[in-house]
């Protein structure tokens, strides 16, 4: 009896439920200096439920201080708003904001150490819909030790065809940023 009680569990377990198959859709790998990077022509990927961008990351910028890496949908540059949970090891912050674009993640500067790069996974849900706003959640850390949680709204309901990504106050990205962008299916 136990043997086909474990049958009928392992059965329904093999089904459904399972973890959803990531697509490798673009990858960008920045060999020079550029401002930012841009998927587009999203809408090909409609047939995908969700996005997901992971990065390896590092601007010019010359200050020790955190950078923040953004990303804007569509071209608009307002309708952002993003909740940031950050720890260093010994403190924690947290904050709300309404920005210019989402922040994506922390981003490693040319003061931290040579060849150092941020790492953050981005899950845009619900990138193709319209009839609901985009939400997006991101995890990132850099060798500094901090890391940050964020979630983020785009209050606009129209499905994403273009992502750009850049770093906040006017830096750039250093060659051998790594941007790829997957799709997951629907359920």
Known sequence: MSLMLLGILNSQAAGGGGVPAYD????????STTSSITFSGLGSYSDYAHLQIRAVHRDTRTSLHSAIALMRFNGESSNYSF???????????????????????????????????ASTTCDILDA????????????????????LLLSSLWRVTDPITSINIFPDDSNSWVAGCRFSLYGIKGA
């Open 24 to 31: 490798l859709l673009e990858t960008t790998t920045l060999t």
């Open 128 to 147: 193709f819909s319209s009839t609901k706003n985009t939400t997006v959640r991101s995890l990132s850390g850099h060798s500094l030790g901090s890391v």
């Open 83 to 117: 909740h940031r949970l950050v720890g260093n090891g010994s403190s924690v912050s947290s904050g709300f904001a309404n920005y210019a674009g989402i922040y994506m993640g922390l981003s490693s500067t040319n003061q931290t150490v040579s060849g150092n790069f």
